[in-house]
């Protein structure tokens, strides 16, 4: 079964950096698309940033210019970049893939448009 693994979460102040880290364990699919989403505690689950099937990325509008997606096909890893940190950003930050290609030919943050979760890693940003 594929099985993501998130890493790099840490309490920073407010302007700082993390690089999160998504490991991805790839045994019997095929991944088309994957992205970052974030949540905190009452509220839904948000799309922070994607790489559709073609490789297009999209960004949520609150973290434009700031984060930033990449991976590293060889090493089977997505990352997010985070600068200029903000209090708003603290949250739990997860990684999904989606399996499906009709739902990830173009980019999307739409929660239900991914099927596996990571467990999550947790990102404080104190001002």
């Known amino acids: 079964q594929l099985q993501l693994v998130e890493s790099g979460g840490a309490s920073v102040q407010a302007g700082g950096s993390l690089r999160l880290s998504c490991s991805v364990s790839?045994?019997?699919?095929?991944?088309?698309?994957m992205g970052w989403f974030r949540q905190t505690p009452g509220k839904e689950r948000e799309g922070v940033a994607s790489f559709s099937g073609t490789g297009r990325t999209t960004y949520d509008d609150s973290v434009k210019g700031r984060f930033t997606i990449s991976k590293d096909n060889a090493k089977n890893t997505l990352y997010l970049q985070l600068n200029s940190l903000k209090p708003e950003d603290t949250a739990m930050y997860y990684c999904?893939?989606?399996?499906?290609?009709?739902?990830?030919?173009?980019?999307?943050?739409?929660?239900?448009?991914?099927?596996?979760w990571g467990q999550g890693t947790q990102v404080t940003v104190s001002s």
């Open positions: 790839v045994t019997t699919r095929s991944t088309y698309c």
């Open positions: 999904a893939a989606g399996q499906i290609w009709s739902l990830c030919k173009t980019p999307t943050l739409r929660a239900t448009d991914y099927a596996v």
